[in-house]
């Protein structure tokens, strides 16, 4: 959970950023390269939420219905269509929904968009991956609405939901860890945005930090997802590396099983496509965080 902050200042701070515009916000930010922004898209998964692809609906056009204990989310369209995409944000608009939940026209956003990981992106892998996006075909796709249950279509309320939750910024650097493992914790903490499904939220929607990427049986739509820290009994203490280069490149299970369902999009559209280098300090990472004891249970957070 963020820093605690007075509610005046935060709600201060809250009003300005959305009041204020987004060269509020944002900070000049280097040139986007096209092409290493191919690799950005890859690793933050932007294909598979932002493509409706069970109804055959257009790469990156939106209109995939995530569900959740919350109600329904339907993602929007990404694409570079003027009027149902983002062909009309500027970087600093894009940067500023990206790394801080709130669009061009001042809308806060539901954190179903993992802007809250987002945030601790660094500038270049902003821009490049806006240069990539730009560069893809438009599509005219009109995404409907999110169908939320009360309360918490109630719009206005993201504002508590930030004070408690979003701390905005890149993480700081630990002195105990090398280069290796900070490149690891990047991609899983902010491109990769892993604990939006592994670590449990709490019932206003928060990450339970307590259970950082301990699994939940209560994941995207309802489905169980995996405890991979690194304890023995639980977790994936006792898998070796290759084990987890498997996974990654091929989506296979030391036991021989393949991952299923949102894993395997994972896989298709991320990590098999990790340099191995980068894969390599996702390894070890996940090596050298806590173990936490927790073997989650279908429908439960």
Wanted: with cysteine; glycine share 12%; hydrophobic share 40%.
């Amino acid at each position: 959970m963020g820093r605690a902050r007075p509610i005046g200042a935060a709600l201060v701070s809250w009003v300005f950023l959305v009041l204020a515009g987004p060269a509020a916000w944002a900070q000049d930010l280097p040139e986007g390269d096209a092409e290493r922004g191919a690799y950005v898209f890859q690793l933050a998964g932007c294909l598979g939420c932002h493509t409706d692809s069970a109804n055959g609906g257009a790469p990156l056009a939106g209109g995939r219905v995530l569900n959740s204990d919350f109600g329904s989310f339907v993602t929007p369209n990404i694409t570079p269509d003027r009027e149902h995409g983002i062909g009309n944000w500027t970087l600093a608009e894009f940067d500023r929904a990206l790394r801080d939940g709130i669009g061009p026209d001042g809308t806060t956003y539901y954190p179903s968009f993992p802007y809250d990981y987002f945030t601790r992106m660094d500038d270049q892998d902003v821009a490049d991956l806006y240069a990539y996006l730009m560069a893809q075909p438009a599509s005219d796709n009109a995404v409907g609405d999110h169908d939320l249950s009360f309360p918490f279509d109630m719009r206005f309320l993201l504002f508590f939901w930030r004070m408690l939750y979003f701390e905005a910024g890149p993480e700081a650097a630990d002195p105990e860890h090398d280069e290796t493992w900070h490149r690891g914790r990047y991609i899983v903490d902010a491109l990769g945005h892993c604990g939006a499904c592994h670590t449990p939220r709490t019932w206003l929607g928060g990450a339970d930090t307590d259970l950082y990427l301990a699994g939940t049986g209560s994941g995207p739509d309802g489905d169980l997802v995996p405890n991979i820290t690194p304890n023995i009994e639980t977790g994936i203490g006792s898998w070796s590396e290759l084990d987890m280069m498997l996974l990654l490149r091929a989506g296979l299970l030391p036991d021989g099983d393949a991952v299923g369902s949102d894993m395997a999009e994972v896989v298709r559209n991320s990590t098999r496509a990790l340099t191995d280098e980068d894969a390599a300090a996702l390894i070890t990472y996940l090596a050298n965080i806590p173990p936490i004891d927790n073997k989650p249970v279908r429908g439960e957070p």
